[in-house]
C-alpha cells in the first residue's frame, strides 16, 4: 500500500462558509478519491494528523472519516490504519468527463516543439540488451569505490555545501575536470571556462540559446546526432546539413553566408559514423569559423575510447582564436545516471553561459560534483577508463568478426575502432526502418542509420551498440539479427 501519512493533504477550510467543517473535510477528500489524486489503498493521515495540521476539534474529522467509510471510499485495516477503499462505491468508478486532446497534440503547439517531435526517442524502458546504444558497461564499474566516496561527502556535508553554489559549478570539480582534459584531450583552459552541466544534451541546449536567434542558421552534420538537431531546433534554428564522408565534416560544403551562426561537429568520433576528422580540415573548418564569425559546437562525447591508436587531441586544442565551445560527459565513462557533464567556453562567452545556467536551474547539484572531484584526483577515473579501454577494444572486435563471419552480404561493418558503438551498412534497397522494427521484434535495440540523416539517404545501415553487454549478449544479439535479416 502507498501512503500520504507522511504528507499532508492540501485541504482548505473555510471558517466563514456555512458548510460544517466536518462536511468540507468531508468533500475534499471525496471529490480527491474521484479524481484519482487519492489511490484505491493509499493511506491517509490518521486522524490524530489531521487534527493537528488543520487546527480543528476531533469530532470534525471523526465525522468526515465515519461518513466516508460509510458510505464505501474510505477503509481500515487493524496496525494500517485508514486506506482509500480498494473497491471503490459505483459512483466513483464513472469516469470523469474530460475534454478529450486531439491526436495531433494542442493546437498551440509551436514550429520548435513539432520539430522536436519528429525526432526518434529512445526509451529507457529498453536500457539493456544488444544492442542498446551509448549503454557503457554498468558491471564493470567501480561501484564500491564510488559508493565510499559519495557517502564520505553525504556524512560530512557542511552547512557551506548545502546552501545554494556557483552557476559554473563547484570550482574544486573545475579545476579537476580542467586538469583531466588538458592532459588527456590537449585541451586549452583553465577552472574559470568550465561550466558544469547535467550532461551533453543540456550544454547544447544552453549553446542554442545563448548563440541563436529564432531563424537563425546553423550548420549540422550529415549524417548526425539527433539530439544535437532536437536543441537546435527547439531554439528555433534553421538547420543546415552539412554532408560528411570518409575524412568527416567537409568545410568546403559549409555555406558562404554571414548569416550562420555556428556549426556542430564531433570531429575526434563522429555520430554516428565513426569518422576521424582529418587534420587539414579541421584547420580548415577553424579558419571558416574566423572568417565567418561563426562558433564551432565540439561535441568529444566518447573519445576517451580509441583501440587502433592512443586518443587523438581536440579540435579546441588547436583553436587560436577562441572559436570553439567543447562539451564533454561523463556518461560513457562512468554511468549515465550520474548526469555530470561539462563546457569549456571561450573566455568572452563565460558571463553569457553563467546567466544562462543560472537562469536555467540556478546551479548543478554539488554532490556528486565533490565525490568525482576525489575520483579523479584519487587516480580512480584514470585507472577505470585504462581498464574499460581494453574491455570495450575486446567487444566490438567481437562483434565486428560476428557480422563479418555470420552476415556476409547483410552488413558491412565501417567507421574507425573507437567509441561504444559501430555502423554496419544494409545492401543497396534494403529499408533500415524496417530492419529496425523486425529487430524489435525480436528483442533487439538497432537504430536505424537513417533517423540521422536529415534527407533520407540512398543506402540504409543499423548503429549497434556493444558498451552495455557482454560476450554471451553479443553472440544471441547476432544469431537473433541473423533470424531478422535472413
Known amino acids: 500500500m502507498t501512503t500520504t501519512d507522511n504528507f499532508l493533504l492540501p485541504i482548505a477550510l473555510d471558517d466563514r462558509s456555512p458548510v460544517p467543517i466536518y462536511r468540507q473535510i468531508y468533500g475534499w477528500i471525496r471529490d480527491a478519491i474521484l479524481a484519482g489524486t487519492l489511490r484505491p489503498g493509499q493511506r491517509v493521515p490518521s486522524t490524530r494528523s489531521m ?8 469530532i470534525s474529522v471523526l465525522g468526515a472519516y465515519e461518513q466516508l467509510i460509510a458510505e464505501g471510499y474510505l477503509e ?172 568527416g565534416l567537409d568545410p568546403a560544403a559549409l555555406p558562404d553566408d554571414p548569416g550562420v551562426r555556428a556549426v556542430y561537429v564531433t570531429p575526434s568520433h563522429q555520430y554516428p559514423l565513426g569518422i576521424t576528422m582529418s587534420a587539414a580540415r579541421r584547420l580548415a573548418l577553424l579558419n571558416w569559423a574566423e572568417s565567418h564569425g561563426a562558433w564551432i559546437v565540439e561535441d568529444d562525447y566518447d573519445s576517451e575510447y580509441r583501440y587502433g591508436n592512443r586518443p587523438i587531441a581536440s579540435l579546441q586544442g588547436i583553436d587560436t582564436r577562441e572559436r570553439v565551445i567543447y562539451v564533454g560527459t561523463f556518461s560513457k565513462v562512468m554511468f549515465p545516471a550520474l ?45 577505470h577508463i585504462r581498464r574499460m579501454r581494453l574491455h570495450y577494444m575486446e567487444r566490438r572486435r567481437l562483434l565486428a568478426e560476428l557480422i563479418r563471419s555470420r552476415l556476409p552480404g547483410h552488413l558491412e561493418v565501417i567507421g574507425s575502432e573507437a567509441g ?28 536505424p542509420l537513417s533517423s540521422c540523416h536529415a534527407v533520407r539517404p540512398s543506402r540504409g545501415g543499423l548503429i549497434l551498440g556493444y558498451g552495455g553487454i557482454n560476450d554471451a549478449q553479443i553472440r544471441e544479439g547476432i544469431d537473433r539479427l541473423a533470424a531478422v535479416l535472413a
Open 76 to 247: 481500515t485495516f487493524s496496525g494500517i490504519g485508514t486506506c482509500v477503499a480498494r473497491q471503490l462505491p459505483d459512483d466513483v468508478l464513472e469516469p470523469i468527463q474530460r475534454v478529450a486532446p486531439s491526436v495531433d497534440g494542442p493546437r498551440s503547439l509551436s514550429r520548435r516543439a513539432e520539430a522536436i517531435r519528429q525526432a526518434p526517442v529512445e526509451s529507457g524502458l529498453a536500457s539493456f540488451g544488444a544492442f542498446r546504444v551509448s549503454l557503457p558497461a554498468l558491471d564493470q564499474f567501480p561501484a564500491d569505490i564510488w559508493g565510499k566516496l559519495v557517502a564520505r561527502h553525504a556524512r560530512s556535508q557542511s552547512r557551506a555545501a548545502m546552501a545554494y553554489g556557483d552557476p559554473l559549478g563547484l570550482p574544486a570539480f573545475r579545476e579537476a575536470v580542467a586538469d583531466y582534459l588538458g592532459a588527456s584531450r590537449a585541451v586549452r583552459c583553465d577552472a574559470s571556462q568550465i561550466l558544469v552541466t547535467t550532461g551533453s544534451q543540456q550544454a547544447l541546449q544552453l549553446c542554442a540559446f545563448v548563440l541563436l536567434d529564432p531563424g537563425q542558421r546553423v550548420c549540422i552534420e550529415e549524417p548526425g546526432y539527433p539530439g544535437a538537431r532536437n536543441a537546435f531546433a527547439a531554439a528555433g534554428a534553421e538547420l543546415l546539413p552539412v554532408p560528411v564522408d570518409a575524412d
Open 339 to 383: 548526469r555530470l557533464g561539462y563546457m569549456v567556453l571561450p573566455r568572452d562567452l563565460v558571463p553569457a553561459f553563467a546567466a544562462a545556467r543560472d537562469a536555467a536551474d540556478i546551479f548543478p547539484a554539488t554532490l556528486y560534483q565533490r565525490a568525482m572531484t576525489d575520483f579523479i584526483r584519487e587516480g580512480h577515473f584514470g585507472r
Open 51 to 58: 487534527v493537528g495540521h488543520l487546527k480543528v476539534s476531533r
Open 420 to 447: 561504444l558503438h559501430l555502423v554496419a551498412m544494409l545492401p543497396e534497397g534494403v529499408d533500415d526502418s524496417a530492419v529496425a522494427k523486425a529487430a524489435a521484434a525480436a528483442g533487439l535495440s538497432v537504430i
